[in-house]
């Protein structure tokens, strides 16, 4: 450059601000970010084949009425372990009840039961996570009553709770809410140590933003993705809890149709009538498949460690 030529421009800053191509660029961002998240969920396999089957079992439970060909609690001695036929599609049990209207008229006990354990071990696990990861003097105590609730099997506290507490639905939401918050709120926590060393966390604190606005606006949206996996997951273990605590005589009362109830019902005819345990065990099965290819599923699409591998 000679002497006395004069000094190129700079670059207006407010000039690019306004530029068309800049303008828009945010919204093709918004938008290629939106599609980033659509296009694994409708491309994975396990989210469509499980998101599927779960809504068989839903529908299936809320239009139980309509679809049952029996009144699964009316007894017919007379048509006691009969094999499946076009009156019984599923055969019958020892008390001559229809298996197939027991089957859907069970999800209605296992979804609900799986259902609401799984939001409360979600709200009862963040709120705990989040106290535990965001204060250190309250983590030391919190750990220690969480370490002394998972050194004992699950299904061994859900059986000690519902022996104090007795039989009934809500008390094995209860008893299995109380067992699996802990695992919840580890999860959360270890989320929690995580995000809160960083800068965008210490730069609000340092404005002198409340506590709950940090924890609520900040942290808790980072929790989401691992919650939301964990919550698949949890819904699974409670129905076959529930399963397992009908079969062993300590949940649901025996009146009530669930899947564990006829399992355990059929257990003492399974040589003559192998129908009765076989129809609730597969729909057991099924039902946990689909929640563990969902969770799996969507374990894939969130974890960014999983889609930079893809």
């Known amino acids: 450059m000679t002497a006395g030529a004069p000094a190129p421009a700079e670059p207006d800053v407010a000039d690019a601000a306004v530029r068309p191509e800049a303008i828009t660029a945010a919204p093709a961002a918004t ?18 084949v499980g998101t599927t089957l779960l809504i068989v079992f839903v529908l299936a439970a809320i239009f139980a009425g309509a679809l049952a060909t029996h009144n699964p609690t009316r007894l017919d001695p007379g048509a006691r372990l009969r094999p499946p036929s076009a009156q019984h599609y599923f055969g019958t ?40 990861g965001f204060y250190r003097r309250l983590d030391l105590l919190i750990m220690r009553v969480t370490d002394g609730l998972m050194a004992f099997p699950a299904i061994l506290l859900a059986i000690a709770f519902m022996a104090a507490r007795g039989p009934g639905v809500w008390n094995v939401i209860l008893a299995l809410s109380i067992v ?55 819904f699974a273990y409670a129905i076959l809890a529930e ?39 597969l729909a057991l099965t099924v039902a946990g498949l689909s929640l563990n290819l969902l969770g799996d599923g969507l374990r894939d699409v969130l974890d960014p460690r999983l889609r930079v591998r893809q």
């Open 180 to 234: 699996y918050m802990p695992r919840t709120a580890l999860l959360i926590r270890s989320t929690v140590l995580s995000v809160r060393e960083l800068d965008y966390v210490q730069a609000a604190r340092s404005l002198g933003r409340p506590d709950l606005g940090i924890a609520c606006r900040h942290i808790l949206p980072n929790c989401l993705a691992p919650l939301l996996v964990q919550g698949t997951f949890i």
């Open 243 to 281: 399963a397992i605590l009908g079969f062993l005589g300590v949940g649901v009362p025996p009146y009530v149709p669930s899947w564990g109830n006829v399992i355990s019902s059929g257990k003492n005819v399974i040589r003559e009538a192998f129908w009765v345990s076989l129809f609730p065990g």
């Open 31 to 48: 938008t290629t970010t939106r599609a980033r998240w659509r296009r694994p969920l409708a491309r994975n396999r396990n989210v469509l």
């Open 93 to 132: 049990d020892e008390f001559g009840r229809d298996v197939y209207s027991l089957v859907l008229y069970g999800s209605r006990v296992s979804l609900l039961v799986g259902g609401v354990t799984m939001l409360l071990t979600s709200a009862g696990g963040v709120v705990i996570g989040l106290a535990a």
